[in-house]
């Protein structure tokens, strides 16, 4: 497009972007608690996987925003974990076992995403004509089964102290320890769900959220050598066995994230916008089936719009400008069909 056309987009993105907000605010009001312990649980464990505002535009960028964020954030958790590890030796907690054995796997569920950003950075060919950024999708269904498998095996260890019951030693490193494990993990969380989020990320943020429950679980062990050291044993295993049913009952909202990613859902609030965005350019009378997936941390979407031109020329001029005003709306919109609508020559 002309520079006169960039400039004209611009214009009208700034004009635009208080009502995109508003039809923001109003879907988040149906689809989303807000306030109270349910609204504070929801943005903890099940955060957005876009942030339209501060998106990377740039599809290399981003995937290497992604691999950076996936190796420092691995090696800070192999770090924290190796450290637990010791202590574990020291006191023989099973619960901080089963967090050690949570807090190793997530650091392990990076090397699959790892791989699904440099993978998505392949050109799309005959056979992949969208590309390889779902990769980044069967990575997230990988770090659900890791997670799952882990909770698993906690509960196990767990259920297995209680059978075969063992003292717990030197339980002020288990509080340590537990402290080690929840800063961490939530370091890394933090890190991986901001990024997950800029990039548009369901799987990065996904593993962010694995580490954000890492560290919640760390805090139980916490609790499990208080219960310890006032004289109650059986809280370790205890402790270990709801860290393992809580991390089960938390999945779920990750679940339903990668899942919905597989079946090509988007957040409402990104169809508003994008309509929005084609209704307010000049030429356009009227805006229909309006599409967006996501592939990977990307977007690609089409919309088909009746145009008000007194010919074809003026009319694909209109589309050319309407395509142009999404990719500048939804900065991570890597390609987006404009179609025109069949005109009625009654």
């Known amino acids: 497009m002309s520079g006169a056309h960039d400039h004209e987009h611009d214009h009208g993105h700034e004009h635009d972007h208080g009502h995109a907000h508003e039809h923001h605010a109003h879907d988040h009001d149906h689809e989303h608690p807000h306030g109270g312990v349910k609204g504070f649980l929801y943005d903890l464990f099940v955060p957005h996987t876009h942030d339209a505002a501060d998106s990377v535009d740039d599809a290399l960028e981003a995937s290497r925003a992604g691999v950076n964020a996936v190796k420092i954030s691995m090696f800070a958790l192999l770090g924290t974990t190796v450290l637990q590890f010791v202590l574990v030796l020291f006191t023989g907690s099973v619960a901080l076992l089963a967090d050690t054995i949570h807090n190793f796997a997530d650091a392990l569920t990076a090397v699959p995403l790892w791989i699904a950003f440099v993978l998505g950075r392949r050109a799309a060919t005959r056979r992949y004509t969208y590309g390889y950024g779902r990769a980044e999708d069967l990575a997230g269904l990988f770090i659900v089964f890791v997670v799952a498998l882990s909770a698993v095996v906690a509960g196990w260890e767990a259920v297995d102290r209680f059978i075969h019951p063992r003292p717990v030693e030197n339980a002020w490193w288990l509080v340590a320890a537990g402290f080690i494990g929840f800063a961490g993990n939530e370091l890394v969380a933090i890190y991986r769900i901001r990024i997950g989020q800029r990039i548009g990320s369901a799987a990065l943020v996904a593993d962010g959220v694995h ?136």
Do not use: C, Y
Request: proline letters at 3%; a negative charge.
């Open 211 to 346: 580490a954000r429950l890492d560290g919640i679980t760390s805090l139980s062990v916490v609790l499990g050598a208080i219960g310890v050291m006032v004289g109650f044993p059986l809280a370790d295993p205890i402790i270990g066995l709801l860290i393992a049913v809580s991390i089960l009952i938390l999945l779920w909202g990750t679940v339903k994230a990668i899942g919905g990613r597989l079946m090509d859902a988007v957040d409402p609030e990104l169809v508003h916008r994008v309509e929005h965005a084609l209704e307010r350019v000049d030429g356009v009378a009227a805006v229909s089936d309006v599409r967006l997936r996501w592939v990977g941390h990307r977007l690609t979407g089409s919309a088909t719009v009746a145009a008000e031109a007194p010919d074809l020329h003026r009319a694909v001029h209109v589309a050319e400008h309407a395509s142009a005003r999404v990719r500048a709306e939804l900065r991570n919109v890597d390609q987006f069909v404009v179609a025109l609508a069949e005109r009625d020559h009654s």
